[in-house]
């Protein structure tokens, strides 16, 4: 089945960064648009930034010009490179297709920003 596993959170200070990865299995990864979102504690799950097959990139306002997102169609793995984090941007982050799929969100990885 498919399956996304995300890694890479963890606590930054403010103006720090954090690499984000996702790992996919069970899908046809080359040929699938994909997507990074993000949910904060009592708030919707949110889009942040998507892919698509041939590398075009598409980003949420909020994060454009300090986040970047990549894909690696040999490994199936997509990442999100963060630069410049606040603490707005504290969230679970999780991959999925973009646009998702219910079926196919992960366990997700916590990114802290806090000082």
């Known amino acids: 089945q498919v399956q996304f596993m995300e890694s890479g959170g963890g606590l930054v200070q403010p103006g720090g960064s954090l690499r984000l990865s996702c790992a996919a299995s069970?899908?046809?990864?080359?040929?699938?648009?994909m997507g990074w979102y993000r949910q904060a504690p009592g708030k919707q799950r949110e889009f942040v930034a998507m892919i698509s097959p041939g590398f075009t990139t598409v980003y949420a306002d909020s994060v454009k010009g300090r986040f970047a997102i990549s894909r690696d169609n040999a490994k199936n793995t997509v990442q999100l490179e963060m630069n410049s984090l606040a603490p707005d941007d504290t969230a679970a982050y999780y991959c999925n297709t973009w646009p998702e799929n219910f079926h196919y969100w992960g366990q997700g990885t916590q990114v802290t920003v806090s000082s």
């Open positions: 069970g899908i046809n990864f080359r040929i699938v648009p």
